[in-house]
């Protein structure tokens, strides 16, 4: 079974910045799409971005010009710089590898980590 490890994740004042990282037990991490998601308290998890195997990242609206995924798959890792924090980015951040190489895919391959919580407050 594979374990996504999320990490990175703090208390930070409004308009500071974090960076997450994400890692798998598995060797095909690099293979396919990695996407991080979000869920903050009562509301449903929801997509941040993705990137693409080839790197070609595709963020949300609502992180656009914010928040900047990337990967490295020499070392099977996935980041995502989170910038000018707003308190409606607090939430639970989670990674998953997406059943496509080249885009979205239509699924999640693997059950969820634990997640790195992010908490924006002053």
């Known amino acids: 079974q594979v374990q996504f490890v999320e990490s990175g994740g703090g208390l930070v004042q409004p308009g500071g910045s974090l960076r997450l990282s994400c890692t798998a037990s598995?060797?095909?991490?690099?293979?396919?799409?990695v996407a991080w998601y979000r869920q903050a308290p009562g509301k449903q998890r929801e997509l941040v971005a993705y990137?693409?195997?080839?790197?070609?990242?595709n963020e949300e609206d609502s992180v656009k010009g914010r928040f900047i995924i990337s990967r490295d798959n020499a070392k099977d890792t996935a980041f995502l710089q989170m910038n000018s924090l707003k308190p409606e980015d607090t939430a639970v951040y989670y990674c998953?590898?997406?059943?496509?190489?080249?885009?979205?895919?239509?699924?999640?391959?693997?059950?969820w980590g634990r997640g790195t919580q992010v908490t924006v407050s002053s």
């Open positions: 998953n590898l997406r059943n496509s190489q080249t885009g979205w895919g239509t699924r999640d391959l693997y059950s």
């Open positions: 990137i693409t195997r080839g790197s070609v990242p």
């Open positions: 598995t060797t095909i991490f690099s293979i396919y799409t």
